[in-house]
């Protein structure tokens, strides 16, 4: 789940450093962005903005529509989701 502490001023450099199983980053992507980092993903609407969560080395993890679901999917996986600055 998303949690708003002092995890969230740290950059994507330093959430590398925290441990992969422990954090992951979530930020909003657009489809040009998806592309490069989800290689893979079928076609998208180019006018929709969508959100990724990463681990904290920068690997991929998932993609969705709504920020909620990613925010979800870290909960699920016991991951604290953090958005870095």
């Known amino acids: 789940m998303f949690h708003d502490t002092e995890l969230n001023k ?22 040009e962005e998806i592309t490069s980092a989800f290689p893979d993903t079928p076609e998208l609407e180019n006018n ?14 998932m993609l969705a529509s709504e920020r909620v679901d990613v925010a979800s999917s870290a909960f699920y996986n016991n991951l604290k989701a953090i958005m870095p600055s």
């Open 10 to 31: 740290h950059s994507v450099e330093a959430l590398a450093q925290m441990g992969s199983d422990a954090v992951a980053y979530m930020r909003e992507m657009t489809v």
């Open 48 to 61: 929709q903005t969508y959100w990724a969560l990463f681990g904290a080395d920068g690997a991929p993890l």
